[in-house]
């Protein structure tokens, strides 16, 4: 799939997501027992912050040597490492 493509999905889904927030909220706390107030200005707003924030990055991978402090070497490999979901 290309990579833009993913993007556009992610941000489908965390659309989807944003749209649903109340009820992943109830759904939550009743899936881990913690408060609900926890899950719906906790849990769910950081998980919809994910999803947006990997979809902008689902085409911005292209192999660069990263700028580190120190006397370091750091780079970014582009490897299959299986499915992700």
Known sequence: MDPS?????IYKLA????????ELSYLESLDNGKPLTHSSHGDVPLSLKTYRYYAGWADKIHGKTLPT???YFA???EEPIGVVG
């Open 5 to 9: 493509e993913r993007g556009r999905l």
């Open 15 to 22: 659309d989807l997501f944003e749209k649903h927030q109340e």
């Open 69 to 71: 402090g120190g006397n």
């Open 75 to 77: 780079y970014q490999r």
